[in-house]
T-cell receptor
Framework: QKEVEQNSGPLSVPEGAIASLNCTYS??????FFWYRQYSGKSPELIMS????GDKEDGRFTAQLNKASQYVSLLIRDSQPSDSATYLCAVSAPDLFGNEKLTFGTGTRLTIIP | KAGVTQTPRYLIKTRGQQVTLSCSPISGHRSVSWYQQTPGQGLQFLFE???????NKGNFPGRFSGRQFSNSRSEMNVSTLELGDSALYLCASSFGLAGSSYEQYFGPGTRLTVT
C-alpha cells in the first residue's frame, strides 16, 4: 500500500463548479498535511497546510482533514481555468528511525472546462 | 522576501559524468530538502539537511550526495550519471525540519538531461 494515495485523474470540472480532490494516507500518526499546486513545467507551490481535524478555509480553497478516516481533501470553489494544474498532497510521518519525513502523493491532474 | 533559488536551471550531461546542483533557501530557513521528479515516479525524496547535517535520506544510491553550508545554502552532487537520472531536481526550504509542521517552499528546479 502506498503511503499517500491520490486519484491521478484527470479530473474535469466545469468552470464555476466545485472541484474536490482527495488524498488518503496510511500512517495513523501523521500530523502535518499540505496541498501543493503544480503547473505543467513549473515547481510545486504551497497552497494550504492543515494540522487538526476539521476544515480550514483560505479564499476559494478549503482543506478538510479527518484523521480517524485518514484522509485529507481540498475543495476549490468557483473553479477557474487558471486552477487547471496537478495538485499534490503531502503528509508527514516518522520513518523507521523516528525521523519525520514528508511524503508526497503522485498528484491529481485537474482540468477546469470553460 | 526572495524565494528559493536554484542554479543552474537547465543542464545537459553525458553518461558517466558528474554534476553539482546548487540551492539557496529562503532567508532564515535552516532546512533544505532535495527531491527528484520524473513523470513515472512522481516526487521522490532524496535527502534533507538542517544545520549542516543530513537529517533524513530517501532510497537513492550512494551516487547521490549532498551537503549544506553554514549559510544554509546546499549543494547536491550526482556522480557517474545514468540515463535514468534525467529528471527535474527540486530543492525546498523550510524554517524547521520539513516533516515537523513547518511549511516547505520549492525552488524553480534544475532540469537535468543525461545523454
Amino acid at each position: 500500500q502506498k503511503e499517500v494515495e491520490q486519484n491521478s485523474g484527470p479530473l474535469s470540472v466545469p468552470e464555476g463548479a466545485i472541484a474536490s480532490l482527495n488524498c488518503t494516507y496510511s500512517d495513523r500518526v501523521s500530523q502535518s498535511f499540505f496541498w501543493y499546486r503544480q503547473y505543467s513545467g513549473k515547481s510545486p507551490e504551497l497552497i494550504m497546510s492543515i494540522y487538526s481535524n476539521g476544515d480550514k478555509e483560505d479564499g476559494r480553497f478549503t482543506a478538510q482533514l479527518n484523521k480517524a478516516s485518514q484522509y485529507v481533501s481540498l475543495l476549490i470553489r468557483d473553479s477557474q481555468p487558471s486552477d487547471s494544474a496537478t495538485y499534490l498532497c503531502a503528509v508527514s510521518a516518522p520513518d523507521l528511525f523516528g525521523n519525520e519525513k514528508l511524503t508526497f502523493g503522485t498528484g491529481t491532474r485537474l482540468t477546469i472546462i470553460p | 522576501k526572495a524565494g528559493v533559488t536554484q542554479t543552474p536551471r537547465y543542464l545537459i550531461k553525458t553518461r558517466g559524468q558528474q554534476v553539482t546542483l546548487s540551492c539557496s533557501p529562503i532567508s532564515g530557513h535552516r532546512s533544505v530538502s532535495w527531491y527528484q521528479q520524473t513523470p513515472g515516479q512522481g516526487l521522490q525524496f532524496l535527502f534533507e539537511y538542517f544545520s549542516e547535517t543530513q537529517r533524513n535520506k530517501g532510497n537513492f544510491p550512494g551516487r547521490f550526495s549532498g551537503r549544506q553550508f553554514s549559510n544554509s545554502r546546499s549543494e547536491m552532487n550526482v556522480s557517474t550519471l545514468e540515463l535514468g537520472d534525467s529528471a527535474l531536481y527540486l530543492c525546498a526550504s523550510s524554517f524547521g525540519l520539513a516533516g515537523s509542521s513547518y511549511e516547505q517552499y520549492f525552488g524553480p528546479g534544475t532540469r537535468l538531461t543525461v545523454t
